[in-house]
């Protein structure tokens, strides 16, 4: 039972256009949502996270949008960029009092190509 | 540098051997995670320590067997694996289970299992 999923396996994307990658969830336990970014050979790095109690964040070029009703979160890169090209992982953290506190989900992933 | 340390980073093995993999962090974090990567398949976590204390083990073969000596170090031990086991096994850190900002990950170990 996959509770993060990223239903699209890859998203290509012109440069200087906006890039949104998606993300749904299933458990309705998640206090914290976050997008991790990888480049070949080496390990994930965070980017960016939203509490379950907002919305909307935003830093820079990159804002993430969650709507609870939906289970529904999404990565917008406005402009896009080639060296934002990598793998997208979003990941949903377990809440306070729940058997899964503190750990993350992570979806499958989505490959992110920006062609110059 | 990351600040959590991974080696080897590329491990060929085969079916009987023993091996292990090491990971080590100096952020003063209290929480150490083992994930496996497997192709088109999400982050798979194996394996969870807060304060040198394993917390979960996710029905993970025992095969695949941790130490962690101490906060900064932990290992997986390797042993009679299976080609399926080949994958990525990346090494993680928080500053504690309940860390709001995620997670601090290694580059990982590319593992082929032959």
Request: aromatic residues 10%; contains cysteine; charged residues 20%.
């Amino acid at each position: 039972d996959q509770q993060v999923k990223q239903n699209s396996p890859s998203l290509s994307v012109q440069e200087g256009r906006i890039s949104i990658l998606n993300c749904d969830y299933t458990n309705s336990m998640f206090d914290y949502f976050l997008w991790y970014k990888k480049y070949p050979a080496e390990g994930p790095t965070f980017l960016i996270s939203i509490s379950s109690i907002k919305d909307k964040n935003e830093d820079g070029r990159f804002t993430v949008f969650l709507n609870k009703s939906a289970k529904h979160l999404s990565l917008h890169i406005v402009p896009s960029q080639p060296g934002d090209s990598a793998v997208y992982f979003c990941a949903a953290r377990g809440e306070a009092g729940g058997t899964s506190y503190g750990k993350l989900t992570f979806g499958q992933g989505t490959i992110l190509t920006v062609h110059p | 540098e990351t600040g959590v340390t991974q080696t080897p980073r590329h491990l060929v093995m085969g079916m009987t051997n023993k091996k292990s993999l090491k990971c080590e962090q100096h952020l003063g974090h209290n929480a150490m995670y083992w994930y496996k990567q497997s192709a088109k398949k999400p982050l798979e976590l194996m394996f969870v320590y807060s304060l040198e204390e394993r917390v979960e083990n996710n029905s993970v073969p025992s095969r695949f067997s941790p130490e962690c000596p101490n906060s900064s170090h932990l290992f997986l031990h390797l042993h009679t694996l299976q080609p399926e086991d080949s994958a990525l096994y990346l090494c993680a850190s928080s500053q504690d289970i309940g860390a709001s900002y995620g997670y601090t990950f290694g580059s990982g170990t590319r593992l082929t299992v032959v």
